[in-house]
């Protein structure tokens, strides 16, 4: 298995001198890995690890995410990147899988990054992850990443601006409605989903899934490197809990994944993962780690 610590360390080192913004310039390359194919141990191990079945003819929806994150820690780590690796945080990933990918199989993986946004919290930058077979392709990803520093009143996402003009929106609407009625009764938020199961997750989850994937992030290790970075304890890799969650969950072969990191699972823990439909999520308590829908996949949604 390919190490990425010489790309952590790489990465940890440049963190300091780095200083992002939206508008900055970032690598424009497309990383490029011809010819690769499946360890069917290191594979197992994965399985085992997110509690996935073993032995299956196709690869798990996340596992090319394994496959091409050392292309993408390549970039991130590099001196053209501007957001600083260290205290990044995977928010989101959006996964197509157009056909499943056979454990057998022969990839080409190519990774680069998309652009750079602005985000209420800082800026995030967005990473494409390809996979092709015979040039084809077969499975993509995007996943965004937050590197959290002072913004500006104006730095705010499309989300952020559409969020804005609802409330004037709604604030409008409702203004006119009181001077119709005597009292606006707020409508009730959604429901959470029906809870499936209780997990205890041991102290070790982090090591375990850093051993299977290669993503040794000092915060997922143990509580006195976590706290380095500012968590009391280690916490579970993002990537792990979607894994944890898709394992309980059914998937056409072709598939869509949204999946949002809403807050981190500390290690040891408990959490409830609830599911309704395509719809999950991994709870603690009434904090929300982690949301995602799984849908069809159609040709036109692309």
């Not at 079945?53 to 053209?80: E, K, Q, W």
Request: glycine residues 8%; aromatic residues 6%; contains cysteine.
């Amino acid at each position: 298995m390919q190490t990425l610590l010489p790309l952590l360390a790489r990465g940890a080192v440049l963190s300091p001198f780095k200083r992002p913004r939206s508008d900055a310039a970032f690598p424009r390359d497309r990383l490029v890995l011809s010819g690769v194919r499946i360890d069917l141990a290191r594979l197992a191990a994965y399985e085992r690890a997110c509690g996935f079945p073993t032995g299956a003819d196709a690869l798990p929806l996340t596992y090319p995410h394994v496959l091409g994150f050392p292309l993408a820690m390549r970039i991130m780590a590099s001196r053209a990147f501007p957001l600083p690796l260290l205290g990044l945080v995977h928010t989101s990933i959006e996964v197509t899988r157009l056909r499943e990918p056979a454990t057998t199989g022969e990839y080409e993986l190519a990774v680069h990054v998309e652009g750079l946004t602005p985000h209420r919290r800082g800026t995030e930058a967005t990473v494409v992850t390809g996979a092709r077979v015979d040039g084809s392709l077969v499975w993509e990803s995007r996943s965004t990443y937050l590197a959290r520093h002072r913004t500006t009143a104006d730095a705010r996402t499309p989300a952020d601006a559409r969020t804005s003009a609802d409330a004037r929106t709604s604030a409008h609407a409702h203004t006119s409605a009181d001077a119709r009625t005597v009292a606006h009764v707020p409508s009730a938020g959604p429901k959470p989903l029906p809870v499936v199961a209780e997990w205890r997750l041991a102290g070790d989850v982090g090591r375990r899934y850093a051993a299977v994937s290669g993503d040794r992030n000092p915060i997922h290790l143990h509580p006195l490197t976590a706290r380095l970075f500012g968590f009391p304890r280690a916490i579970a890799h993002g990537m792990w809990t979607v894994a944890r969650c898709l394992a309980e969950q059914p998937a056409d072969a072709s598939v869509q994944l949204r999946a949002e990191f809403k807050s981190p699972v500390l290690l040891p823990g408990t959490v409830t993962y609830a599911a309704d439909g395509g719809r999950f999520e991994l709870r603690g308590g009434e904090r929300v780690h982690l949301t995602g829908e799984l849908r069809e996949h159609r040709a036109n949604s692309a």
